[in-house]
C-alpha cells in the first residue's frame, strides 16, 4: 500500500510559484541581453564571412540600439489592448524569429534585418517584464523582484556573452544565434507555464496608456533616466581601450575585468532593489551620486592598474544599482497605466546611452584624451541629479 505525498503548505507552494515565474521572466531578460551584446565578440567572423569592414559589421550594434529605441512605444502601443502575459509571449516570439532569421542569414542585410526584427521585442518586454515581476509579490517587495527579473540581463552579460562568444568562435557565428533562439523557446515556454494570469493582467487600452505623459513627474523620471543611465554608460562605452591604453592592461586581461564588471553589475542591481523597496527618491538620489561619485575617483584611479581594477567593479556596481530604482519610479510616475511610459523608458536608456557614446566618441576626436567620455559622464550625473532635485520639487 502506496502512501500520498504529504501536500505541500499553501504559503510554500505560493512562493515556489513565485520563483518559477520570475525565473522566466529572467530568462526572456537572459536572452533578450545575450542577443543584444554577443555581437561586440564576433564581430571579426561576421567581418570575414559576410565579406563587410568590421565598423560595418559595427552597425549591427546600433542597428539593434535603434530598432530598441523606436520598437519599444511602438510595440507596445500596438498591444496596448493585450494581456500582458499574451504580449510577453507574442514579444518572445518575435525574439525568436528575429534571431532565428539571423542564424541563417547569408548576406549582411538579411543579419541585419534579422537584428532589428529581434530588437523590436526588447525595450517592450523590459518594460513589460517589470510590471509583471511587480504584481507577483507584495507592494513592499516589488522593486527587489524587479531586481530579480533584471538579474537575468546582468548574468547575460557575465556568464552569456563569454560563452555565446566562444561558441561562435569554435563552431562559427551562426551558432550562437541558434543558441539564442533556444533560449527563446525555453523562455516562452517557461512563461507560459508559470507566469500567472491577474485580474489586473490587461493594460488600460492605448488612450490610457497614453494620457500618463500629461503627468510632468513622468516626463522627468524619463530624463533622469537617460541622464543617469547615460552617464554610466559614458566611461562604459569606452571602457576596453581606457584599461589598455591607459591603464596598462594587456588585451588578453580585459576579459577577466569585463568579468569583474558583470559581477558588479548584478551586485548592483540586487543592492538598488532592496534600497528601492525601503524609499524610492532617497534611493534615486543616492544611486545617482554613487555612480557620479564613482566615475570622478575612476577618472583618477584609471591612471594605476590596481585602483583600475576596484573601479571597474564599483562603476559597475553603482551604475546598474539605478535600474530597479529607475523601473520602479516610472511604474510609480504612471500608476494606472505604466505599460508604455515603463517601455519608453527602457527607450530613455538606449537614448542615454547613444548620447554618451556620441559625446565620448566626439570628445576623443577633438583630441581631448581617453579620459574625456568619464568626465562628460560625471557631468551628465550632475544633470541627472539636477533634474531629480526638480523632480523632488514636484512630488
Avoid at 518575435?94 to 548576406?107: D, E, K, Y
Wanted: proline share 5%.
Amino acid at each position: 500500500m502506496t502512501t500520498a505525498a504529504p501536500a505541500r503548505p499553501a504559503h510554500l507552494e505560493a512562493k515556489r510559484r513565485r520563483v518559477l515565474a520570475l525565473g522566466a521572466l529572467a530568462l526572456g531578460a537572459f536572452g533578450i541581453g545575450l542577443t543584444e551584446f554577443v555581437v561586440v565578440g564576433l564581430l571579426g567572423p561576421l567581418g570575414e564571412d559576410l565579406k563587410v569592414s568590421i565598423p560595418t559589421a559595427g552597425l549591427l550594434v546600433t542597428g539593434y540600439a535603434a530598432s530598441v529605441a523606436i520598437g519599444a512605444p511602438i510595440m507596445t502601443a500596438i498591444g496596448a489592448n493585450l494581456p500582458r502575459k499574451t504580449m510577453l509571449v507574442v514579444l518572445m516570439a518575435l525574439f525568436i524569429a528575429g534571431n532565428a532569421l539571423a542564424a541563417v542569414a547569408t548576406t549582411y542585410g538579411t543579419l541585419m534585418t534579422g537584428r532589428i526584427v529581434s530588437a523590436l521585442c526588447h525595450g517592450a518586454f523590459m518594460g513589460i517584464g517589470p510590471i509583471m515581476a511587480a504584481s507577483l509579490v507584495a507592494p513592499e517587495r516589488r522593486s527587489r523582484a524587479i531586481a530579480l527579473m533584471m538579474t537575468g540581463l546582468t548574468l547575460a552579460n557575465v556568464i552569456g556573452v563569454p560563452f555565446g562568444t566562444a561558441l561562435g568562435q569554435q563552431l562559427g557565428w551562426r551558432a550562437a544565434f541558434w543558441a539564442i533562439t533556444v533560449i527563446g523557446a525555453v523562455a516562452v515556454a517557461a512563461i507560459l507555464a508559470f507566469v500567472p494570469v491577474r485580474p489586473n493582467d490587461k493594460g488600460e487600452g492605448l488612450r490610457g496608456e497614453i494620457a500618463v505623459f500629461r503627468r510632468p513627474q513622468v516626463w522627468l523620471v524619463l530624463t533622469i533616466t537617460m541622464l543617469g543611465w547615460g552617464a554610466a554608460y559614458a566611461a562604459i562605452t569606452f571602457l576596453e581601450p581606457l584599461l589598455t591604453r591607459v591603464s596598462g592592461f594587456e588585451t588578453s586581461t580585459v576579459p577577466w575585468l569585463m568579468l569583474l564588471f558583470g559581477v558588479g553589475l548584478t551586485a548592483g542591481n540586487l543592492l538598488g532593489g532592496r534600497l528601492a523597496d525601503r524609499a524610492v527618491m532617497p534611493a534615486l538620489y543616492g544611486t545617482l551620486t554613487a555612480a557620479t561619485a564613482a566615475l570622478v575617483v575612476f577618472a583618477f584611479a584609471v591612471h594605476s592598474p590596481v585602483p583600475a581594477a576596484i573601479m571597474v567593479f564599483v562603476i559597475g556596481a553603482a551604475g546598474f544599482a539605478m535600474v530597479p530604482v529607475l523601473q520602479t519610479r516610472v511604474l510609480d510616475a504612471a500608476e494606472g497605466a505604466p505599460s508604455l511610459a515603463s517601455s519608453v523608458n527602457a527607450s530613455a536608456f538606449n537614448v542615454g546611452i547613444a548620447l554618451s557614446a556620441w559625446f565620448g566618441g566626439l570628445a576623443i576626436d577633438a583630441d581631448w584624451g581617453l579620459t574625456a567620455p568619464i568626465w562628460i559622464g560625471v557631468a551628465m550625473g550632475v544633470a541627472a541629479l539636477a533634474v531629480t532635485a526638480a523632480a523632488s520639487q514636484r512630488t
